[in-house]
């Protein structure tokens, strides 16, 4: 060990081996000698606590080394590992080449704004309908730092970091979404206006409002997955990972005949321009319901129309429970509100039955 003020600068330095390890610093709080030896022997001692990010080199992989083994990681354990491994890669750009630990929370807070203002689909017209430009959404921007934040568990469960720096990022407020159900009048509204470029729209809507099926599930759905013969479809790839039956009634029966004879691939619902599946509906399913003038209307929300209109219909709730392939009967109950609608118009018959009733009484009595 060497403690040295150099002639020119009149700067402190200190050169010593430590574990194996050269380290040789500047110390521009010294003025003298012993300033220089209490700093030395402080930063020994948190070196040799492991209170400095400097112990086996801490902290000093590159960012885009860490990327690497989430991508694997993510393949091996995520479902949608597609979309975690395009946020990765999202993240490579920005800190590719930084060492792990000089990125810090001030950074991911500058991504958040920056993610806040970027455009996601600028304006546009599509079949005559104008949709308005979008911004990224909150939920979007916290799914992101969310993957980010999971890399950094995984860095410091190598042992490559000590502290995850998004620990003291705040998550985005989310707007809270009431559930919407389809009523008859927005259907027929929304099947009315599939004409031109949203015409396609027609069967897959009619086809999630009598399956029940996720967004996802549809557009992937393969002939090999549809029986005729059985009236079923099977699904193989859900999201709880478990293979699920769903029943074919008359309307999927006719949809799915109308499609085979257009069979131009594996897929059951085909964009004709690319003779493939299509990746996603949800700029033309937007421009649909602007059309149609029904608000506040997501997708996903035909399947909660479609469970919805099968507890209304006298369902059981695990016969529902199954179709939509929930884990937990929990998550099936919260459509039971259309069964607590017809029982008050049961018990509403009850009381008209008891008001006829008195009216014929008067009437006996007078």
């Known amino acids: 060990m060497s403690i040295y003020q150099d002639k ?14 050269r380290y040789h610093r500047a110390i521009s709080e010294a003025v003298t000698k012993k300033d220089a030896e209490i700093y030395f022997n402080a930063f ?23 990327v690497k083994v989430y991508v694997e990681y993510s393949k091996t354990n995520h479902r949608s590992y597609k979309t975690n491994v395009a946020k990765a890669y ?15 929370p001030m950074d991911i807070e500058k991504y958040k704004i920056a993610r806040k ?35 950094f568990n995984i860095a410091i469960d190598n042992g490559w970091l000590t502290k995850n720096p998004c620990k003291s990022v705040k998550k985005l407020r989310q707007e809270n979404k009431l559930e919407r159900y389809l009523t008859p009048e927005e259907e027929f509204r929304l099947l009315n ?19 029940g099926m996720r967004k996802e599930e549809i557009l992937s759905l393969t002939w090999k997955c549809v029986n005729f013969e059985n009236k079923k479809i099977t699904l193989l790839d859900t999201k709880n990972g478990k293979k699920r039956f769903i029943p074919i009634n008359s309307v999927v029966m ?26 996603d509906l949800k700029r033309s399913f937007n421009a649909l319901c602007l059309k149609a003038n ?44 259309a069964i607590t609608e017809q029982s008050l118009e049961a018990i509403e018959t009850l009381s008209n039955y008891a ?12």
């Not at 020119?8 to 390890?21: C, D, P």
């Not at 008001?355 to 007078?366: D, F, G, P, S, T």
């Open 8 to 21: 020119k600068s009149g700067k402190w330095y200190f050169e010593a081996m430590i574990r194996g390890k």
């Open 44 to 66: 020994k001692t948190d070196l040799l606590r492991g209170k400095l990010d400097l112990v086996e080199n801490i902290g000093c992989k590159l960012f885009k080394e860490l």
């Open 90 to 104: 999202k993240f490579e750009k920005l800190w590719g080449n930084r060492q792990l630990k000089d990125i810090s």
């Open 117 to 151: 203002n970027e455009v996601k689909s600028k304006a546009k017209i599509i079949d005559g309908v104008k949709i308005p430009e979008k911004n990224i959404s909150a939920t979007t921007i916290n799914r992101d730092i969310e993957v980010l934040r999971k890399m």
């Open 193 to 211: 206006n599939c004409t031109g470029r949203l015409s396609h729209l027609k069967a897959i809507i009619q086809f999630a409002l009598n399956t």
């Open 254 to 279: 006719s949809i799915l005949k109308e499609a085979h004879k257009n069979k131009v691939c594996e897929y059951v619902f085909v964009n004709h321009t690319t003779e493939t599946r299509y990746s």
């Open 294 to 337: 029904v608000e506040n209307f997501r997708f996903h929300d035909l399947r909660h129309t479609s469970a919805t209109r099968m507890v209304g219909a006298g369902v059981p709730i695990t016969m529902v429970k199954d179709i939509l392939g929930h884990s937990d009967i929990h998550t099936t109950m919260r459509y039971a509100h």
């Open 355 to 366: 008001e006829r009733n008195r009216k014929v009484i008067e009437l006996k009595a007078n």
